[in-house]
């Protein structure tokens, strides 16, 4: 039996804003080629978690690792090397609205490569035909509609080919059909790429149709409460997250 290599751990992490605890006592592993939910209600820690991750916020106590290394205290040079092999696709998209499409997507190629300019270009063609954006290189974000804006923000998350792929509410002020659409494209781009991916989100219609395993952070008691396949957690997980995949009422 093969067992899948743990791509990202956390042990031990306390979250919190000053002397407000958010999370503590976390303990989780992300396998390598699995879509890693966190999901929870508002203000339960989910993006504050996202944040530790990639070393926007520093812990209270604990720490994260990347494969066998410490991410939380590795130098910045070493933060640095650890997150050439991430891509993040934030909440808003985060694109340059004064950049086309094309130029957004070529930044981090032009930033972190050697490429000459006609293999950026082969590229950034590449990567906005993967989340069906070919043929509007020369759009502005503010000309598409934000379902498209979600998939431009995407092919610039994964301009570098990155072994972990982050995703801050990838359904945020979409609709439902414009949401499944994404969750069905962040799973083309996992089983394509061989992307690991971990998702923030309360969206339980995306956290039932992509999630590999999901984790839920519940604030009230400032910990994790369950962890597994989320259509097990919605049958046969505690209260809390029952009620919160809507089984309470069934």
């Given at each position: 039996?093969?067992?899948?290599?743990?791509?990202?751990?956390?042990?031990?992490?306390?979250?919190?804003?000053?002397?407000?605890?958010?999370?503590?006592?976390?303990?989780?592993?992300?396998?390598?080629?699995?879509?890693?939910?966190?999901?929870?209600?508002?203000?339960c820690g989910?993006?504050?978690?996202?944040?530790?991750?990639?070393?926007?916020?520093?812990?209270?106590?604990?720490?994260?690792?990347?494969?066998?290394?410490?991410?939380?205290?590795?130098?910045?040079?070493?933060?640095?090397?650890?997150l050439r092999r991430?891509?993040?696709?934030?909440?808003?998209?985060?694109?340059?609205?004064?950049?086309?499409?094309?130029?957004?997507?070529?930044?981090?190629?032009?930033?972190?490569?050697?490429?000459?300019?006609?293999?950026?270009?082969?590229?950034?063609?590449?990567?906005?035909?993967?989340?069906?954006?070919?043929?509007?290189?020369?759009?502005?974000?503010?000309?598409?509609?934000?379902?498209?804006?979600?998939?431009?923000?995407?092919?610039?998350?994964?301009?570098?080919?990155?072994?972990?792929?982050?995703?801050?509410?990838?359904?945020?002020?979409?609709?439902?059909?414009?949401?499944?659409?994404?969750?069905?494209?962040?799973?083309?781009?996992?089983?394509?790429?061989?992307?690991?991916?971990?998702?923030?989100?309360?969206?339980?219609?995306?956290?039932?149709?992509?999630?590999?395993?999901?984790?839920?952070?519940?604030?009230?008691?400032?910990?994790?409460?369950?962890?597994?396949?989320?259509?097990?957690?919605?049958?046969?997980?505690?209260?809390?997250?029952?009620?919160?995949?809507?089984?309470?009422?069934?």
């Open positions: 039996m093969i067992v899948a290599e743990d791509v990202i751990t956390v042990r031990g992490l306390t979250m919190a804003f000053g002397e407000r605890v958010v999370i503590r006592d976390l303990d989780l592993a992300i396998r390598r080629g699995e879509v890693y939910v966190v999901m929870g209600g508002s203000g989910k993006s504050t978690l996202l944040r530790h991750m990639l070393g926007l916020q520093e812990p209270a106590a604990g720490e994260v690792l990347y494969g066998q290394e410490s991410f939380t205290r590795a130098s910045p040079s070493g933060r640095e090397r650890f991430v891509g993040v696709l934030y909440q808003g998209s985060a694109l340059w609205t004064s950049m086309t499409l094309a130029e957004n997507v070529a930044l981090p190629l032009q930033q972190f490569t050697r490429l000459s300019p006609r293999r950026i270009r082969e590229v950034v063609e590449l990567k906005l035909s993967l989340v069906g954006l070919r043929g509007f290189e020369e759009y502005y974000p503010w000309e598409l509609s934000g379902g498209m804006q979600k998939r431009a923000g995407l092919a610039r998350a994964i301009a570098l080919d990155p072994e972990i792929l982050f995703i801050d509410e990838p359904s945020a002020s979409l609709d439902p059909p414009t949401g499944r659409h994404l969750d069905r494209l962040i799973l083309q781009l996992r089983d394509a790429l061989g992307t690991t991916v971990v998702v923030v989100t309360h969206d339980v219609a995306s956290i039932l149709g992509i999630g590999s395993r999901a984790l839920f952070l519940d604030g009230e008691s400032q910990r994790a409460i369950a962890e597994g396949p989320p259509a097990e957690l919605r049958d046969r997980g505690p209260p809390a997250v029952r009620a919160f995949f809507g089984a309470g009422a069934r």
